[in-house]
């Protein structure tokens, strides 16, 4: 058990640019989730896997925002035409049957 | 809908003291689970302690105790004996039944003094 990985673990992109993180969640665990952190603000939930399905999205997740965890093991989340709004903690957490999270070291994403 | 507040932004402790902090809740759901979980400057949220909504007796784990009031929708979260690694931000959230999503509250900033 190495725990929740993300990478990068910063990013920095000019506005307009599309960008991809990666969560490599607890091998047994079995549920996925993602989300947003501003600075200042607590971390708010931006959307949910049980396995390979995505199964909750907040509104919070735009069109630009895409997530996906094709084989129920890792995921990724791409954010398209970067905007300095999406200037953020992004954190991952894994959890077996929604009991114990578990959350990730974060992506740290800076839009120039 | 659910909703947590800390409303202390930040907090000043001498080491060797014990500390509280205040977390408040609200929700329709009678079976919820209460989360408090600490984030150093690394950024990783690390998880301190549970209580379930039917839980009898307060959950404590090690130097972290939680004081539950359930008519008053609280759930503070009480440190004893603080320590220099201590200091970080402290998030306390929750968790309807049957939800996936956890809801946080916006942080107390905690700074052990020596």
């Known amino acids: 058990d190495t725990g929740v990985s993300q990478n990068p673990r910063h990013k920095i992109t000019k506005r307009g640019q599309n960008v991809t993180f990666r969560c490599d969640p607890i091998s047994e665990h079995n549920r996925l989730y993602w989300y947003r952190q501003t600075l200042g603000q607590g971390p708010e939930f931006l959307t949910y896997f049980q396995n390979e399905a995505q199964l909750e999205k907040s509104r919070l997740l735009s069109d630009r925002f895409s997530a996906e965890r094709p084989k129920g093991s890792f995921s990724t989340l791409e954010i398209q035409r970067t905007e300095q709004g999406d200037s953020a903690m992004y954190l991952c957490?894994?959890?077996?049957?929604?009991?114990?999270?578990?959350f990730g070291s974060g992506t740290r994403l800076t839009v120039v | 809908a659910q909703k947590i507040t800390q409303t202390q932004p930040g907090m000043f402790v001498q080491e060797k003291e014990a500390v509280t902090l205040d977390c408040t809740y609200d929700?329709?759901?009678?079976?919820?689970?209460l989360f408090w979980y600490k984030q150093p400057s690394s950024g990783e949220m690390i998880f301190l302690i549970y209580q379930g909504s039917y839980d009898q007796q307060n959950a404590t784990e090690g130097r972290y105790s939680l004081n539950f009031q359930k008519a008053r929708k609280s759930a503070n979260l009480v440190i004893s004996a603080s320590q220099l690694g201590d200091s970080a931000m402290y998030f306390c959230a929750m968790r309807d039944q049957g939800a996936q999503k956890l809801v946080f509250g916006q942080g107390t900033r905690l700074t052990i003094n020596p």
């Open positions: 929700t329709s759901d009678p079976s919820y689970g």
């Open positions: 957490a894994s959890s077996f049957g929604g009991i114990g999270y578990t």
